[in-house]
T-cell receptor, first 115, second 112 residues
């Protein structure tokens, strides 16, 4: 069964709206969660790394004030796209790492469409 | 700077064939090399992963070959099936708990 649950799977909203995406690790405590963005027919690009109880580390070129990440517990991280615009439309995917030599597990992604 | 180079971009094989996807990395600090399979509209699913202390790893029909000196690794899919048609990504990181750097992906089509 799924190890990482991502919600919602799809969201369509108007330009200027803020959208929150949840990433939950099921049955395990995730020491670290990662947020990726994927454009059609392209690879996954890491946006930020999130550790429980601390500020997220953003990759170069990713706007911190645009993409707010909160990792309040070991099982939940959220990504909020603030004042979304059409160019923010993309497939957003989270992954969770449980530490040690365990592999990262990915959620099923959120298709965000901004009209 | 692309740290993980993946080829080919796309690949078409017949059922039963053995598609091979290659990746090369630059950062010698990488010590964890997973392969992911992604179907349209879904997140990537881990297929198999290898660490540089072994040269080959098999799991079912999937085999990773690893050449540390050449900084290259490859995925072989034995007895490929139409259900294997998907996009495959190689990745690398400094440990499985660290951020992954992905290759650009290979779109595999297995014809019946």
């Amino acid at each position: 069964g799924a190890v990482v649950s991502q919600h919602p799977s799809r969201v369509i909203c108007k330009s200027g709206t803020s959208v929150k995406i949840e990433c939950r690790s099921l049955d395990f405590q995730a020491t670290t969660m990662f947020w990726y963005r994927q454009f059609p027919k392209q690879s996954l690009m890491l946006m930020a790394t999130s550790n429980e109880g601390s500020k997220a580390t953003y990759e170069q070129g990713v706007e911190k004030d645009k993409f707010l990440i909160n990792h309040a517990s070991l099982t939940l991280s959220t990504l909020t796209v603030t004042s979304a615009h059409p160019e923010d439309s993309s497939f957003y995917i989270c992954s969770a790492s449980f530490g040690g030599f365990q592999p990262q597990h990915f959620g099923d992604g959120t298709r965000l469409s901004i009209l | 700077q692309q740290q993980v180079k993946q080829s080919p971009q796309s690949l078409i094989v017949q059922k039963g064939g053995i598609p091979i996807i290659n990746c090369a990395y630059e950062n010698t600090a990488f010590d964890y090399f997973p392969w992911y399979q992604q179907f349209p509209g879904k997140g990537p699913a881990l297929l198999i992963a290898i660490r540089p202390d072994v040269s080959e790893k098999k799991e079912g029909r999937f085999t990773i070959s690893f050449n540390k000196s050449a900084k290259q690794f490859s995925l072989h899919i034995m007895d490929s099936q139409p259900g294997d048609s998907a996009t495959y990504f190689c990745a690398a990181s400094r440990g499985s708990n660290y951020k992954l750097t992905f290759g650009k992906g290979t779109l595999l089509t297995v014809n019946p």
